[in-house]
């Protein structure tokens, strides 16, 4: 089925979009990559070694921007400037490539997005040219504005980060995608398969994940799990789901032609 | 010599010395990285014209896992 993802005007092959995050090593984070299907991988941003550590591998000899369509992101920035400025330092370092994931962080324990600061740091982003992906609270209004700023996707929280709670807020996912006109994607919370299916059956545009994959007793085999998931999910969706009807059964077989009738 | 902060480190290097020129000595050169110094991005075009100065603050950064 020809159903791509379409972020910024530009068409993905997979709704399913990975981090590259505590993998064992860099062979492990490719080959779960691979099996994910996904075409858009985040990245952080960080010092590098300053000689210390010279042929020290780097991950973008792993993951080629050439195959890859590489989302930097802004993980452990808690004020906006200090998103802003790594963004900026990640578009410099991948030639001028806009498409960026924002997270500005309000507390080290929960990883709950600071939101006034997301606003802030979305804004000048947006002005300064980048097509920005935005983590963000799974409020809808708070949604809105970040798309009125013209962020390019909204992608809320399902339950915090690395916790693989699972979909706990179906009904504000509900609403914020009701509300959008840009793709809304599941970002933070996936535990296992049943959960991308089940943000993918509620209408999600995609989901990112990273924990769910990368902390599996076998990453890649999970990988290829998160793939189906995401894909089923989304057939689903398009597919209309049956009405539930409660407490009243009905029979898939006839009722009618029943030997010893 | 002149002070510098390198990725929060203080750091004393030859005067003179461009962006390039330090890239080279720490053997960082063609390496995918990007420079900020006081808070500006120096572009890969500039890192051979662009010297450094005492008190300069640089970061010096890679693509590294992620989520």
Redesign the interface.
């Known amino acids: 089925m020809n159903d791509p993802l379409v972020i910024a005007g530009k068409a993905y092959h997979s709704r399913l979009l990975v981090g590259t995050g505590k993998y064992k090593d860099f062979a492990e984070t490719r080959e779960a990559i691979d099996a994910s299907g996904a075409a858009i991988v985040t990245v952080a941003i960080r010092r590098t070694n300053i000689g210390q550590n010279p042929g020290e591998p780097n991950l973008l000899d792993v993951l080629p921007p050439e195959k890859f369509t590489i989302l930097p992101n802004t993980a452990g920035c808690y004020t906006a400037d200090d998103a802003v400025r790594t963004l900026r330092l990640a578009r410099e370092l991948l030639d001028g490539h806009a498409l960026v994931k924002l997270e500005v962080l309000g507390d080290p324990k929960n990883l709950f997005p600071n939101m006034p600061e997301t606003l802030k740091a979305a804004e000048t982003l947006v002005k300064d040219g980048f097509d920005v992906m935005v983590y963000c609270a799974d409020d809808p209004i708070q949604a809105k504005m970040l798309e009125d700023i013209g962020c390019c996707a909204i992608m809320p929280l399902a339950s915090l980060i690395g916790s693989g709670m699972g979909i706990i807020n179906p009904w504000n996912l509900r609403l914020i995608i009701d509300n959008a006109k840009v793709p809304v994607l599941v970002d933070a919370g996936v535990g296992t398969a049943s959960d991308a299916a089940i943000a993918m059956e509620l209408g999600c545009d995609g989901v990112l994940m990273n924990t769910a994959i990368a902390a599996a007793g076998r990453p890649v085999l999970m990988a290829s799990a998160m793939r189906k998931a995401v894909e089923a999910g989304r057939e689903a969706f398009l597919a209309g789901r049956m009405p539930r009807k409660f407490y009243s059964a009905d029979p898939s077989s006839p009722t009618q032609g029943l030997i010893g009738s | 010599m002149i002070q510098v902060i390198?990725?929060?480190?203080p750091e004393s290097l030859q005067p003179d010395l461009s962006v390039l020129a330090l890239l080279e000595?720490?053997?960082?050169v063609g390496?995918?990285?990007?420079?900020?110094r006081n808070?500006e991005?120096v572009?890969?075009a500039r890192h051979a014209e662009v010297k450094l100065a005492d008190g300069d603050r640089l970061?010096?950064?890679?693509?590294?896992?992620?989520?």
């Open positions: 390198l990725n929060g480190q000595a720490r053997g960082l390496k995918r990285l990007a420079v900020e808070g991005i572009p890969k970061e010096i950064v890679v693509a590294v896992g992620g989520g």
